[in-house]
């Protein structure tokens, strides 16, 4: 039996903190994506759009509140560029 590992808001936030953005410990997946958002609006985080991209490939991994934070936050904001 294959065991996949979900993406939850701790992967998430590890990814964006990986990235240079600057997330609270305690942080819901909204508070991240909103601080990604508006750090990519204001100076870009390089590669960030990239990350969020590839992990929309794999929904069937991601927790439904992490989903919805990057569909209501980021993906508006990389359709506006």
């Known amino acids: 039996m294959m065991i996949a ?3 939850d808001g ?5 990814r964006l903190i ?3 953005v600057h997330v609270p410990e ?3 997946p909204e508070t ?3 601080l990604a958002a508006g750090c990519h609006r204001t100076r870009g985080v390089e ?4 990350s969020i991209r590839e992990l929309m490939q794999h929904t069937e991994l991601m927790l439904p ?3 919805a934070a990057i569909e209501a936050h980021l993906l508006p904001t990389f359709s506006g560029r």
Do not use: H, M, P, Y
């Open 5 to 7: 590992e979900l993406i």
């Open 32 to 34: 991240c994506a909103r």
């Open 10 to 14: 701790e992967d998430f936030r590890q």
């Open 65 to 67: 509140s992490v989903k």
């Open 26 to 28: 305690e942080a819901c």
């Open 47 to 50: 590669g960030l759009e990239a």
């Open 18 to 20: 990986a990235l240079g």
